[in-house]
């Protein structure tokens, strides 16, 4: 399949060490939507994809772009104002009324077929269809192909071992000349890719916050990498 993948780096730190101590279930997720928990949410949107957005878009017009674990990512909207029609998963309902709601958009709800206790949130003007229910059922869904997947600290969020799995995901989801962002914690890229892609490092940016230093490190780098087909 022809297409691209770029990788940005950094989600929240804390996820990742916690990941080192528990597994990170789905009750875990929905207890830092419920308690506001949620420093990972970027209120202002991510600068990185907004500085690369004509990249990542190639010009292109009318795409589909899909948010895996979107949350309330303000992003949905960029896209949606640009005239792109926009998917995303996330299992907090909370997070999901909260972005219509901050949004100042209307919506519609009613439940999926096919996957028990999911909803699906769409947007009155049709631009944006947010599901609520586990990643992993999606498909189940039929949501199509997408054209673009914008994944911010989706990966982090997955536990080690589903992580296989997951990207098998969100392979099947791609269609031609697709490009996926992806936005990473920093480590050996090669640990995902395999050997299916060739990796170029665009860009490293210090994105060292003041609620950073808690975790006791000194610097945090979000780092652009380009994956394209061999």
Not at 88 to 103: C, D, K, M, P, W
Not at 121 to 126: I, L, V, Y
């Amino acid at each position: 399949m022809d297409g691209s993948i770029t990788v940005a780096g950094a989600k929240d730190h804390s996820a990742l060490g916690e990941q080192q101590n528990k597994a990170l279930t789905l009750e875990y997720w929905l207890q830092k939507w419920d308690q506001h928990n949620i420093g990972f949410h970027q209120e202002h949107g991510n600068q990185l994809l907004r500085k690369h957005m004509n990249t990542f878009l190639n010009g292109r017009k009318g795409l589909r772009v899909f948010f895996p674990l979107c949350g309330k990512a303000v992003e949905m909207k960029w896209f949606a104002d640009l005239g792109h029609s926009v998917v995303g998963v996330e299992i907090s309902e909370l997070a999901i009324r909260e972005f219509f709601t901050e949004q100042n958009l209307s919506y519609s709800e009613e439940s999926v077929a096919g996957i028990s206790g999911a909803k699906v949130f769409k947007s009155s003007s049709g631009t944006i269809t947010l599901y609520c229910c586990s990643i992993f059922d999606l498909p189940r869904a039929d949501v199509g192909k997408f054209d673009r997947i914008w994944d911010r600290g989706s990966l982090v969020a997955i536990n080690p071992g589903d992580r296989e799995c997951y990207a098998r995901l969100m392979l099947s989801l791609v269609g031609k000349d697709f490009h996926y962002l992806l936005a990473t914690l920093s480590y050996d890229p090669t640990k995902y890719s395999g050997s299916t892609c060739n990796i170029q490092c665009l860009e490293k940016v210090d994105a060292l916050e003041e609620r950073h230093k808690k975790w006791k490190i000194d610097y945090f780098i979000e780092t652009l990498y380009l994956f394209t087909e061999k």
